[in-house]
Every structure is written in C-alpha cells, then in structure tokens.
C-alpha cells in the first residue's frame, strides 16, 4: 500500500502509518458498522446526541418517535425545506397526518395567517392537535402564523366593515381553542340514522296508524285533524298513512339525546329540523347519498340536530335516540339547546340507535334521523 503521508513528514509518522496499514481491512468494516449505526439503524443510546448534531431538538415534544428525524436523514431534509408547503406536509406525515394549507386573503390585517384543512377527522384533541400545531409552526415561515384546522364544519367569516352589526358574532369564523396557543379547531362528524316507527313508539308518542287494509283508512276511528290531510284524495291507503303520520311531527319540539354505555343521559340537544319529505333530486337535505325536500304531503320525517362545540368532552355515546314530548324543568331558559339530564322531564323515547361516537370540544356532531312509517 502506498504511503499517503506528504513528502515533509517525519519517521515517527510514517511508523503509524505503517503499523495501521497492517489493520485496514478490519478497520473498513468498522467504519461502514459506524455509518450505518449513524443513518440508517441508530441504537437508542445514540439518538440524542444525533439530534443535538443534526439541530432538530425544537421538533422532540412534537414527534414522539425520534427515529423518524433521524433514519433517512428526514429531519435534516427537513431543514432545508423549512418555511415551505412541503416542510408542512413532510412534518405531519411523521405524525400520520395529511392537510392543505390555505393562506389567508393578502388584502386582510391578519394577511400572514394559514389554516390547516384535513381530508379526515384528527383521532383525538391530545396530545394531536398540539403535535400538529407545533410542527406547523415550525415549519411554516417565521413571519407566518397557524390560525385555524378546519374538517368538515367550516363557518367563515362574514364581512361587515362599515355595517351596524361590525364586530358582532357573525365577525367570526367558527372554531374553539383547546390549546395554549390559541389556534382555533373547527371540526364536524355526521350520523346517519334510518329509522322505522314502530307501532311501540308510535302508540307511546300518540301517532300510530294501523295499516290500512283495500277499503282504504278510517277516518271515524282517528284523532288526525283534517288539516294535516295535505295529499290528495286519489292516493292509496298507505300513502295517506305515511303523510299523516309525518305531518304530525311537524311543530313537535324534538331533542337529540346522546346516552353513555351504562344508559345515563350525557345531555339532550334540541333538533333544529323537523320536516315531513318527500325523496327529490336536488333535494336540499342530504341523507345516506339521496336527497329529500320539505313537502306538504310528505311521507317520511327528516329530523336534524348538531351539538355546539363543547357541549361534551372526553365521553363516548354508546346510544343515540330521539326524545319527544318532553318540557324543560322550571327555571331553565327556552331558548338553551343543550340540557342535562335534570334539566328536561318525561318525553317518550324513538330511534334508539347503539353508537360509537367519542364526544370532543373540537367537534360538532351532526346527528341526522330520517323517520319511516
């Protein structure tokens, strides 16, 4: 083996290198051994000391796996994406997340806020939404701000400079913050729930109409005012039925009731739709992919309710039903849509419905019931 030494070194030098030159083979091996301990298989007793080399000690109390900064040299591909839309979405893969950017409109104030829209809801409020925050903010330019994750329910802002209602709740976009930095969360889940009556719940609610048999229905034996007959006579028996019977919930106050898994009432929320439809392209409710539009002669019942942000926090609802008939215990305000179970007496109960659905301060739930006869 050639000498690598310069022409000005000395004995001394040369005798080093003589003696190492007799060791290079199993030298070679560990030099590729300590490589690939660096970059591609690290022991855990070297991690952090690569993230104190690699200047990535910012990202640790957002990604709870520091292989995935190191491995690949992601972290460090990182840095020299920062302060662009791909560093966003490289930081939020490391945590299983995917979202689109969407600045804010550069005539506005606050020009150099983004928010976050995700294709699916985040699994959970925490420890995620702070991982997600403090990635975005390290990622995004320092001049730029995270202002909004949004899924699902998104109310804008409406603008109204120089209006007499400026400054009012319409001013503000929808959203709650959760976290210490204040970044607003707006988020909404649906559930769809296709219910029959059954003549149970009918009797025990006051609208239940036997099927009719070819003579058509008998009117001498039922309590339905003439008024709510909005179909026309040349219908069959059965149609008639269903109408009148989803003409009755019409001007019915109905509450949504979400239930744990031992049967206690997490809380009632008032329906804000109870409309008697007919099945129609273009419909203006959506329900299961079809569409349906309010009709007089209606003949199934499309009911709505959707619970505000933080109505609930940190419990499941292992049911979902309706609740019909109820009155609100005396002293509490007529216009409160969310109750407790001691503050809403008797009511019958329809559409039991055994659900999933792990309540949270971010997200509002949609709970849609379209009732058949």
Avoid at 18 to 36: C, D, F, H, K, M
Avoid at 137 to 160: C, H, M, T, W
Avoid at 189 to 200: F, G, I, K, P, Q
Avoid at 208 to 221: D, M, R, S, Y
Wanted: charged share 20%.
């Amino acid at each position: 083996m050639g000498t690598l030494l310069p022409n000005s070194s000395g004995l001394f030098e040369r005798a080093i290198e003589v003696s190492y030159a007799q060791r290079w083979e199993t030298l070679a091996g560990a030099v590729a051994a300590i490589r690939t301990a660096k970059l591609v298989s690290p022991p855990p007793s070297f991690l952090p000391f690569l993230v104190y080399e690699y200047g990535l000690g910012e990202l640790t109390p957002y990604v709870p796996n520091l292989y995935t900064l190191i491995v690949g040299r992601e972290g460090v591909n990182w840095q020299r994406l920062r302060g662009t839309p791909a560093s966003v979405k490289k930081g939020l893969g490391w945590i299983g997340y995917t979202a689109t950017m969407e600045d804010a409109w550069h005539g506005r104030a606050y020009w150099n806020s983004t928010q976050l829209r995700f294709p699916t809801l985040p699994a959970a409020d925490h420890p995620d939404l702070e991982r997600i925050e403090g990635i975005t903010a390290l990622s995004i330019p320092k001049r730029s701000n995270l202002r909004r994750g949004v899924f699902q329910y998104d109310a804008g802002a409406v603008e109204l400079d120089g209006a007499r209602i400026e400054e009012s709740l319409l001013e503000r976009e929808s959203g709650v913050a959760v976290t210490s930095a204040g970044t607003l969360w707006s988020f909404g889940r649906m559930t769809s729930v296709d219910h029959l009556l059954t003549e149970a719940e009918g009797t025990s609610i006051g609208n239940w109409i036997v099927p009719p048999e070819e003579t058509g229905l008998k009117w001498a034996e039922m309590t339905y005012a003439w008024q709510t007959a909005t179909f026309s006579w040349a219908e069959n028996a059965a149609t008639q039925r269903r109408s009148l019977m989803a003409a009755w919930f019409a001007g019915q106050v109905i509450y949504a009731t979400l239930k744990a898994g031992n049967g206690s009432v997490i809380g009632h929320r008032r329906c804000r739709a109870v409309q008697p439809v007919n099945l129609k392209v273009g419909g203006v409710y959506e329900f299961a992919g079809a569409t349906y539009q309010p009709t007089a002669g209606g003949t199934s019942v499309y009911i709505e309710a959707m619970t505000d942000f933080e109505d609930a926090d940190g419990i499941t609802a292992e049911s979902i039903e309706l609740t019909i008939g109820a009155a609100l215990v005396e002293g509490v305000p007529p216009g409160r849509l969310w109750l407790t179970d001691s503050e809403l007496s008797g009511g019958h109960p329809i559409a039991f419905t055994p659900s999933s659905l792990p309540l949270r301060a971010t997200v509002r739930e949609q709970l849609q019931f379209l009732v058949r006869f």
